[in-house]
């Protein structure tokens, strides 16, 4: 049983970085694709990023491309999330979440909430303008 903890978030003027991690317990996730979902106060949870089992494809929510990256480290059993130029609307509760990828589909990145079955418990960023 996967079990992820994010870190990573806080207040951070409008302009401003940061990064998330999303660290992996109960098993390795090289065989999982992983996303950073966001769910802002009074709206659903959206996907920000997935990245491929592979690592070698990643996909973005267009309101991110561009200022945001995802990326994973299999030695650290470790995701991130760098977020650069944040802006107020960026404000919500990030989580990751993993989903296990057989080794035919290892490119794909799955872009629903639905397609994934593990999740943290979310860290916060706050950004101000």
């Known amino acids: 049983q996967v079990q992820l903890v994010e870190s990573g978030g806080g207040l951070v003027q409008a302009g401003g970085s940061l990064t998330l991690s999303c660290a992996a317990s109960?098993?390795?996730?090289?065989?999982?694709?992983m996303g950073w979902f966001r769910q802002a106060p009074g709206k659903e949870r959206d996907i920000v990023a997935a990245i491929s089992r592979s690592g070698t494809n990643t996909r973005y929510t267009d309101s991110v491309k561009g200022r945001f990256t995802i990326s994973r480290d299999y030695a650290k059993n470790t995701v991130y999330l760098q977020m650069n130029n944040l802006k107020p609307e960026d404000t919500a509760v990030y989580s990751c979440?993993?989903?296990?990828?057989?080794?035919?589909?290892?490119?794909?990145?799955?872009?629903?909430?639905?397609?994934?079955?593990?999740w943290g418990q979310g860290t916060q960023v706050t950004v101000s303008s």
């Open positions: 109960g098993g390795s996730i090289s065989s999982y694709a």
């Open positions: 979440a993993a989903v296990h990828i057989n080794i035919g589909a290892y490119s794909t990145t799955p872009f629903r909430t639905d397609d994934y079955n593990y």
